[in-house]
């Protein structure tokens, strides 16, 4: 499970490293959040195929996923493109969850949640959660992974003890900053806060440090433009049961990428 992907930079450093650790590391399903995709806000059709062409399966987002809107007709075609559940589904486009196979034949689901603290007062993902969980037409198959794009790591951690025991994997995306804090919960699901950004290294969550340092300077209003140079890739390996969908081990993986 990959963190936030941040513009160019990002999507290069991907293309270029994941097939690399498919391979080394026998991955047999990846996710990548893709909010940040495309100029650093938001996602379009051609930035996202160019995710799905490199080994990406499942690309998740959040509250970004909007920002460009010729994005709305994919989210509602394809279903390797999810926006958070949780925004409901009375006239908003696309999908929260999906049924995937994994490379091995490991038949699996993706949800994407947002947390509501300090962001849109969504519905609840907890108990739009639960709804999923103990309502779907037919139950989800036994490997869950729950991408919950959130602000607070209050809210993050009190999602994976909600759903311990119920999904696979519970890890955060949002901040771009990785957390040290992975770990399987006693229910055995995977648990990290965030899983920290794919994007420029040198630089303030992915953007350029003159067009961010303003805000904090002098609250002037700024464009963020996404950073150069070399790219640090954040992810999370886990492995899971596909029998019990218990999470066995989870370990965080950092690489750079100089271009």
């Known amino acids: 499970m990959i963190g936030d992907v941040i513009g160019k930079p990002g999507r290069q450093a991907l293309e270029a490293l994941l097939p690399i650790l498919r391979e080394e590391r026998s991955i047999d399903f990846a996710t990548a959040n893709g909010e940040n995709l495309a100029g650093g806000m938001g996602l379009t059709a051609s930035t996202a195929d160019a995710l799905l062409e490199h080994g990406v399966d499942v690309i998740t987002s959040g509250n970004h996923i909007w920002d460009k809107k010729e994005i709305y007709p994919s989210l509602e075609s394809s279903d390797r493109i999810l926006r958070p559940l949780n925004y409901g589904t009375h006239g908003v486009p696309g999908r929260g969850w999906g049924a995937y196979q994994a490379l091995d034949g490991t038949d699996l689901a993706v949800i994407n949640l947002q947390g509501r603290t300090y962001m849109q007062p969504i519905e609840s993902p907890f108990t739009d ?60 699901t995977a648990y990290q806060s965030d899983l920290g950004m794919t994007g420029p290294a040198w630089s303030i969550i992915g953007f350029t440090p003159e067009s961010v340092l303003p805000r904090f300077l002098n609250g002037l209003p700024t464009r963020f433009e996404v950073g150069d140079g070399a790219v640090v890739l954040n992810a999370t390996q886990i492995d899971i049961d596909p029998a019990t969908g218990r999470a066995l081990a989870i370990e965080r993986i950092q690489r750079v990428w100089e271009g």
């Open 129 to 188: 959660a639960d709804r999923l969980l103990e309502e779907a037409g037919e139950p989800l198959p036994p490997v869950r992974l729950v991408d919950f794009h959130c602000e607070i790591t209050s809210e993050k951690n009190a999602m994976g003890v909600h759903l311990d025991g119920r999904v696979s994997a519970v890890v955060g995306t949002h901040t771009h900053v990785p957390t040290a804090d992975d770990r399987i919960l006693p229910g055995g």
